[in-house]
């Protein structure tokens, strides 16, 4: 059983960074995506990383990257340019395999997420 930890949300203005953080409680935790859920809406995929690859959405190119610390077993995501429309919680998920899928439905763990809030 793999449990991921997320970090790093907060309330920022627009244009302004934060990074979130996914620590793992595996050695390793092969590919992972970040989601995220805005109130009414559904869950979305942001980014993603498997050993040497990241994948993004269109929305978040450019100002999202994805990166990861093996020897921390942490993977990073940091988010530049924010804008309040990338206001939702963002959950961190794991899958046992390496290779990218933007589904939420191909992740076998998820974390509990955590809140990220832009104000205009």
């Known amino acids: 059983q793999v449990q991921l930890d997320e970090s790093g949300g907060g309330l920022v203005q627009a244009g302004g960074s934060l990074r979130l953080s996914c620590l793992g409680s595996?050695?390793?935790?092969?590919?992972v995506g970040w989601f995220r859920q805005a109130p009414g809406k559904e869950r979305e995929f942001v980014a993603a990383?498997?050993?040497?690859?990241?994948v993004y959405a269109d929305s978040v190119k450019a100002r999202f990257t994805i990166s990861r610390n093996n020897a921390k077993n942490t993977v990073y995501l940091q988010m530049n340019s924010l804008k309040p429309e990338d206001t939702a919680v963002y959950f961190c998920?794991?899958?046992?395999?390496?290779?990218?899928?933007?589904?939420?439905?191909?992740?076998?763990?998820w974390g509990q997420g955590t809140q990220v809030t832009v104000s205009s």
């Open positions: 595996k050695d390793t935790l092969y590919t």
């Open positions: 990383i498997d050993w040497s690859r990241t």
């Open positions: 998920a794991a899958r046992t395999e390496w290779r990218i899928e933007i589904s939420g439905d191909a992740y076998n763990y």
